[in-house]
T-cell receptor, first 117, second 113 residues
Framework: AQSVTQLGSHVSVSEGALVLLRCNYS??????LFWYVQYPNQGLQLLLK??????LVKGINGFEAEFKKSETSFHLTKPSAHMSDAAEYFC???????????????FGKGTLLTVNP | DTEVTQTPKHLVMGMTNKKSLKCEQH?????MYWYKQKAKKPPELMFV???????INESVPSRFSPECPNSSLLNLHLHALQPEDSALYLC????????????FGPGTRLTVL
């Protein structure tokens, strides 16, 4: 089964600083990777996804992620943090279930991003 | 329209009550999902419906009973829940392939007394 590991359960940055949220994957086949954001008391919203078309993926709200096969990584970045970016961020990998005919997302444990004024 | 709606937003129930959570999507998606999310944890998959048939049950206790009346609706029937079942219950939908985005609803915040 494929899995993702998010390094750092909590990241704190200053407003205007670079945001870097780390995600490493474990997969024997090319993975399909997703970043979701969850604001307090809300559902999850897709930021971006990697489906092997391009290694640098641009998403919403100025976020982007680069797929690096050599490092088995898919880190999320944003050049300049905004107060509104404060949220929980989840990296996820799409995988087949044990029966092989259905697909499901497996999430990392999440990284809470706080942005200081 | 990429909206998944869930009702109610909040639900408080006793351990002997029977209640239902509802989820609706009008994106023509063939797959619908129920997740359970505890505080400061990632969503945990509970059930997957594909073409209105239950395709994945992640060993969920029988006090949770899913139902998919049609391709747009997904219900989760609750009976004899325990306090540890208190959580945010999220519904999602997608086209159901490996690369498709899952669209999530806002969730139902469930408290079991």
């Amino acid at each position: 089964a494929q899995s993702v590991t998010q390094l750092g359960s909590h990241v704190s940055v200053s407003e205007g600083a670079l945001v870097l949220l780390r995600c490493n994957y474990s997969s024997s086949v090319p993975p399909y990777l997703f970043w979701y954001v969850q604001y307090p008391n809300q559902g999850l919203q897709l930021l971006l996804k990697y489906t092997s078309a391009a290694t640098l993926v641009k998403g919403i709200n100025g976020f982007e992620a680069e797929f690096k096969k050599s490092e088995t990584s898919f880190h999320l970045t944003k050049p300049s943090a905004h107060m509104s970016d404060a949220a929980e961020y989840f990296c996820a990998v799409s995988d087949r279930d044990s029966g092989g005919s259905n697909y499901k997302l497996t999430f990392g444990k999440g990284t809470l991003l706080t942005v200081n004024p | 329209d990429t909206e998944v709606t869930q009702t109610p937003k909040h639900l408080v129930m006793g351990m002997t009550n029977k209640k239902s959570l509802k989820c609706e999507q009008h994106m023509g998606h063939r797959a619908m999902y129920w997740y359970k999310q505890k505080a400061k944890k990632p969503p945990e998959l509970m059930f997957v419906y594909s073409y209105e048939k239950l395709s994945i049950n992640e060993s969920v206790p029988s006090r949770f009973s899913p139902e998919c009346p049609n391709s747009s609706l997904l219900n989760l029937h609750l009976h004899a829940l325990q306090p540890e079942d208190s959580a945010l219950y999220l519904c999602a939908s997608s086209q159901g392939t490996l690369t498709d985005t899952q669209y999530f609803g806002p969730g139902t915040r469930l408290t079991v007394l």
